[in-house]
């Protein structure tokens, strides 16, 4: 496998970039606008939107195998190429139970992996009493298209979700396009990257905790803090989805972890995951290069720490602005053991991820990790 073709040419395209040159091979992105950051390490670009399948098949003329960076694909017009020969990794296969929120639930349950209760949101009329068994707050998703807390809503009472379902933001559609699921009062939110290869080798990176505000991802802390059982069952979870899927890449799996100790699983990325950019500077086989190597069809590299712990904070945006924030940038390179990445996205917005930055660790002390994110928090926010 020489040439990989990427659908999506976000960040985490952008970050295979250093790892396709280390194993030799080139990317040819598929993505809608010249501005997107993978173009810049791109040996080739198609310009066009991830669903657009005559662009991918273009894509696969061009290359010896397609992958994600983006999962919002059509995949029954997809598995046409499919069929005629074109290898996709992962398999479409493996991607057509978890595109739906509620879908992928399911797959989940009848997989036998512990998941909040949940319901499909059809018949109005069974509403009210349906959700007395779950009791509120609830949360209510759209099944698709769903990232960065979009469609995510944490519902308080029958009269906040008819105004929710009647919003500028649910109206246009309908409410058979959403899932409602308890709201899990969860002590810690946890998240595991693992990856599989051609071979059925499963491997999974350490368990780490994610610390979300307003449904947005904004710090994770590498190794989590949790017992040895916990860590041994989140493995499980991996292997046992990973391996039920035939997956051939690097998914990221999200979970929760209750008060009482339970670990549930929130949800599955079925790519590289925002929880796992850590691995490029702390780990031995960064994710990026792990989604390649399986890709490629080599053996999967190590994916242990190479320091004690590792913290990495999203550079969120928080304006409107064409701004490349050299000067926080400088200031945020200065902390020590501190790598920061930048996307080179051409406009901010509130809430778009513009960057991160990991700073390496070589003790496990909460507070003064807590205390670098903050410092790296008030370089980039300004407070
Ligand atoms: P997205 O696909 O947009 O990332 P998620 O389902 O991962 O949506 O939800 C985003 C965040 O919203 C989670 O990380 C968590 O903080 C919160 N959340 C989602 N579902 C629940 C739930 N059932 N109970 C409590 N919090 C939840």
Redo the contacts with the bound molecule.
Sequence with gaps: MKRIGVIGGGQLAWMMGDAAKKLGVELVVQTPSSHDPAVSIAQDVILAPVDDAIATEILAAKTDVITFENEFVNLDVLSFLEHQGVCFRPRLAALVPLLDKYHQRCYLQDLGLPV?RFFALNQQENLASKIEHLGFPV?L?SRRH???????FIIKDLATLQQQLNSDNTKNLSQSQFLI????P?ER?LAVIAARSVAGEVVTYPVVETQ?EQ?VCRRVIAPADITTDQAAEIEAIAHTLLNSLQVVGVFGI?LFLTPTGQVLV??IAPRTHNSGHFSLDACETSQFEQHLRAVCGLPLGNPALLCTSAVMVNLLGYEISTSDYQSQRQKLAEIPQAYVYWYGKTESRPGRKLGHVTVLLNHQHREAISAIARTIESIWYGN
Excluded: H
Aim: proline letters at 5%.
């Design positions: 909040p949360v998703k769903g990232y960065d807390g979009q469609g995510t699921e308890e709201f899990v969860f939110e979300q449904q999200e929130n949800e």
